[in-house]
């Protein structure tokens, strides 16, 4: 267990819907990290953010955001969803951001159909 | 641009047999290298890493890789695989300095025969 949460575990939806996806990192993780896995882009990181401010952007849709609320906790909001974004999403914490070892939650399953 | 390849989608060993899996990644500096594990159903556990230092890393479960500067390369070692070894592994690369956004190759699957 990384003491990394994620909910929900699973989510099945239908395209043009929106969904909300929430992370709680490890005690004293000031860093969220998240990540979408698909079959066919792999592990792909979308975006870092840091004591409540985005640090870093990676491929991140613009129908896709963010946020990292005062008690660390952070949510990726999905919206005008489509086929392709059926994928794992996973979320990480660190303490910092530069180059620490990040630690995963166990990732919620989006099914859209 | 930094990259990572994982050049052997599927690796296939005997339990108790040595196991090397292959790392090349794409960076003009000395970047940060990982190697994370993840089994079925879960997300990804850190085995080991390298920022600097001794090019031969241990990590956990046994594992160990050794960074080659002039093969641009990251293997992952283990003298003896156990079953409970088999798992999907990703290789990752992270810039040094500055706001750290790792590349994941797109891992290397490890099946393990009894």
């Known amino acids: 267990d990384s003491g990394v949460t994620q909910t929900p575990k699973h989510l099945i939806t239908a395209t043009g819907q929106r969904v909300t996806l929430r992370c709680s990192p490890r005690s004293g993780d000031l860093s969220v990290y998240w990540y979408q896995q698909s079959l066919d882009q792999g592990l792909q990181f979308l975006i870092q953010?840091?004591?409540?401010?985005?640090?870093a952007k990676g491929n991140i849709l613009e129908r896709f955001s963010a946020q990292q609320f005062p008690d660390l906790h952070s949510e990726l909001n999905l919206s005008s969803l489509e086929l392709g974004d059926s994928a794992l999403y996973f979320c990480?914490?660190?303490?910092?951001?530069?180059?620490?070892?990040?630690?995963f939650g166990p990732g919620t399953r989006l099914l859209v159909l | 641009a930094q990259s990572v390849t994982q050049p052997d989608i599927h690796i296939t060993v005997s339990e108790g047999a040595s196991l090397e899996l292959r790392c090349n990644y794409s960076?003009?500096?000395?970047?940060?290298l990982f190697w994370y594990v993840q089994s079925p159903g879960q997300g990804l556990q850190l085995l080991l890493k390298?920022?600097?230092?001794?090019?031969l890393v241990q990590g956990i479960k046994g594992f160990e890789a050794e960074f080659k500067r002039s093969q641009s390369s990251f293997n992952l070692r283990k003298p003896s695989v156990h079953w409970s070894d088999a798992a999907e592994y990703f290789c990752a690369v992270g810039a040094a300095g500055g706001s750290y956004i790792p590349t994941f190759g797109r891992g290397t699957s490890l099946i393990v025969h009894p």
């Open positions: 390298y920022f600097s230092g001794d090019t």
């Open positions: 960076y003009g500096a000395t970047p940060y």
């Open positions: 990480a914490s660190s303490v910092g951001g530069v180059g620490e070892t990040q630690y």
């Open positions: 953010y840091y004591n409540g401010e985005e640090r």
